[in-house]
C-alpha cells in the first residue's frame, strides 16, 4: 500500500460549550478520492478548514509526504499543494472570470497568458470554459467551473471539494465526476464532502465518517448501501418519510400570467408564470440554481411588490400586500440563503424567531415585545427540530448550516401556515435531518398546507412532491404528476430541453 498523502493524527479543536473534533485521525492516500461524512455539527467544517489553513487545532498532527504539515493560513496551505472548492462561491459577479480567478492567484500572469491558461485547463478537463464571459452572466454550473479552475491552476497535490453537486443537474454531476476521475488518475488525492450517499458510492473509495467530532469509522463506499453510510453517521436507525394519503383541496395559492423583473442586475425576471396549488398539495418546482428560484419566492413572499392581480391566496388578491400581511394570511416563506436572508448572523435565536413569527405568535402587545414567549417559540423549535445549539441566546451564526437550517425550517413550520414556499429546504443538511425535514412538509401538507417546494435535489423532489414543473431562464413548465417522471426527464426538463410549455391553469 502506498504511503499516505496526508495523514491526520489526533487532530481536536473545541470551541466555548462544544467540541467541534475530538482526537480525530485519518490518512488520505494519492490519487484516493476519499469521503467525509457525517451529519450536520459532526465536525466536517472544522477538520477540512485546519487542513486549509483556516482554523488552527488545539491538539493533534498533520503530515503532508511525510513532513510535518501546520499551515497558519489557506495560502500556506496552496502553496504545499492544498486546493478548496468552497460550498458557497466567493465570486465578484461584475467581474469576467479571468479576473475572479487572478484575484486568488499569489503572482498571476498578464491577464492574456492567464486566459490561455484557462481554456487550456478547462478543455483539458471536460470543463470549457470563456475567460473573458461575465460570472454575473453565468449558471451556477459554469461558476462551479469557475472555482474548480481556480484551483486546478495550482496544481494540488490534494483538492477539497465541500457540497460540489447541490447546484447542478444530473447531467452536470456526471460531467464534474468525469472531471474528477480523470484528475484521480493523474494521482490528485480528493477530499469529498457531500449528504448525497449515492453519489458517494459511485465516486469515492473509502470514507471516513464523523459524529458528534469523533472519527467513529469508515467503510469502502461501494461495497456500503447508502442507508447504511447513513445509519453509521447518525448512529441509529433511519426513519424514510411516509406519505398519509391525502385528498386535495380548493386552490389555495393561484399564479395567472405572472410577470415580474429581477432586483438584481444578474438576476433573472419572471415571464408569465401560470401555477395553481390546491389544499394539501406538494408541489415541486425544480431549476439550476440562477433561473429565477429567487425572484419566484421574493415575488410570492412580498419582498418583490407585485400589483397586478396574478397572485391570488385562497381567490384572494395579495400581489399588493406586504410580506407581514401576507404571514397574517398565511403565506409563509423560508429562503435559500440561510445568514443574512433567512436568520440574522449576529441575533440570537430567539431574536430570529421573532423576526418571522411576531404577526402569527402573537410576540408583540401593545408595541411592546414579548421576549419570554419568542423565547419559548425559540426553545419548541429547538427541541421540534433536533437544532443542535447550547440554547436559543445562541447568534445564528454560531451554527453549522445545516443546524441552521433546521431552525429556519421549523420556525415557518410551526407558524402553521396555509401556503409555505420554501427555496432549497435540505441543502447541506444530513440524511437524517434532510429526511426530518421533508417529513414535517409532508405532514404540514397532511393538515391541508399547500407547499410549494423549490428545490434543485432531484431525489428530494421525487419523494416528496405530488406535482413538478421545470423553472428555466424565468419560465416555470406545465406541471405533471410526479409519478409519471423519470430523473433523466426531469433533469432534461430543467435544463430547458423539453417540456418547457407554460401552463395555463
Known amino acids: 500500500m502506498t504511503a499516505p498523502l496526508l495523514s491526520l493524527t489526533g487532530l481536536t479543536k473545541a470551541y466555548p460549550g462544544v467540541v467541534a473534533n475530538d482526537d480525530v485521525s485519518f490518512d488520505i492516500r494519492p490519487g484516493e478520492v476519499h469521503a467525509l461524512l457525517g451529519e450536520n455539527g459532526a465536525g466536517k467544517s472544522t477538520l477540512v478548514k485546519m487542513i486549509y489553513g483556516l482554523v488552527k487545532p488545539d491538539s493533534g498532527q498533520m503530515l503532508l509526504n511525510g513532513v510535518a504539515f501546520a499551515p497558519t493560513e489557506p495560502r500556506a496551505a496552496r502553496a504545499d499543494g492544498i486546493a478548496m472548492v468552497f460550498q458557497h462561491f466567493s465570486l465578484f459577479d461584475a467581474l469576467n472570470v479571468a479576473e475572479n480567478i487572478a484575484l486568488g492567484m499569489e503572482m498571476p500572469p498578464p491577464m492574456r497568458d492567464l486566459a490561455r491558461q484557462i481554456r487550456s485547463v478547462s478543455e483539458t478537463y471536460g470543463l470549457p470554459l470563456d475567460p473573458y464571459r461575465t460570472v454575473g452572466d453565468l449558471s451556477a454550473g459554469e461558476r462551479q467551473r469557475v472555482e474548480i479552475i481556480r484551483c486546478l491552476l495550482q496544481d494540488p497535490k490534494l483538492l477539497i471539494m465541500d457540497e460540489p453537486t447541490s447546484v447542478l443537474t444530473p447531467q452536470e454531476v456526471q460531467i464534474l465526476f468525469e472531471t474528477l476521475r480523470k484528475l484521480k ?36 463506499p461501494s461495497e456500503t448501501s447508502a442507508r447504511d453510510m447513513a445509519e453509521m453517521m447518525v448512529g441509529t436507525s433511519l426513519q424514510t418519510p411516509e406519505r398519509s394519503g391525502r385528498a ?80 397574517a394570511l398565511g403565506l409563509l416563506a423560508a429562503p435559500e440563503e440561510r445568514l443574512g436572508h433567512a436568520a440574522a448572523p449576529d441575533m440570537s435565536l430567539t431574536e430570529n424567531a421573532l423576526l418571522t413569527g411576531a404577526v402569527r405568535e402573537g410576540l408583540t402587545s401593545g408595541g411592546f415585545l414579548r421576549w419570554s414567549a419568542a423565547r419559548g417559540f425559540a426553545e419548541n423549535i429547538i427541541q421540534a427540530f433536533d437544532v443542535r445549539t447550547p440554547g436559543p441566546d445562541n447568534a445564528a451564526r454560531a451554527l453549522s448550516g445545516g443546524n441552521l437550517q433546521k431552525f429556519v425550517i421549523g420556525r415557518e413550520v410551526l407558524q402553521r401556515p396555509e401556503v409555505l414556499v420554501v427555496n432549497q429546504p435540505t441543502w447541506g443538511v444530513d440524511a437524517a435531518a434532510a429526511a426530518a425535514i421533508r417529513q414535517a412538509l409532508l405532514d404540514l401538507a397532511a393538515k391541508g398546507a399547500a407547499i410549494i417546494v423549490i428545490s434543485q435535489d432531484l431525489d428530494e423532489l421525487m419523494e416528496i412532491a405530488d406535482s413538478f414543473a421545470a423553472l428555466n431562464e424565468g419560465r416555470l413548465s406545465a406541471p405533471r404528476p410526479t409519478a409519471e417522471l423519470s430523473i433523466d426527464e426531469i433533469g432534461l426538463m430543467m435544463g430547458g430541453a423539453h417540456g418547457m410549455e407554460v401552463a395555463h391553469v
Open 185 to 220: 488518475s493523474e494521482g490528485t488525492s480528493i477530499l469529498y464532502i457531500s449528504h448525497k450517499l449515492e453519489e458517494i458510492r459511485a465516486l469515492c473509495d473509502q470514507a471516513t465518517i464523523l459524529r458528534l467530532g469523533k472519527n467513529v469509522g469508515a467503510c469502502v
Open 248 to 327: 386535495f383541496g380548493e386552490p389555495a395559492i393561484e399564479l395567472s400570467g405572472l410577470s415580474a423583473a429581477s432586483p438584481s442586475e444578474f438576476g433573472t425576471a419572471l415571464k408569465n408564470i401560470h401555477l395553481s396549488v390546491r389544499k394539501g398539495e406538494v408541489m415541486g418546482i425544480g431549476g439550476v440554481a440562477g433561473n429565477g428560484q429567487d425572484e419566484l419566492l421574493a415575488v410570492l413572499s412580498g419582498e418583490i411588490p407585485e400589483p397586478s392581480d396574478a397572485i391570488k391566496l385562497m381567490g384572494q388578491p395579495i400581489g399588493r400586500l406586504g410580506p407581514n400581511q401576507r404571514r
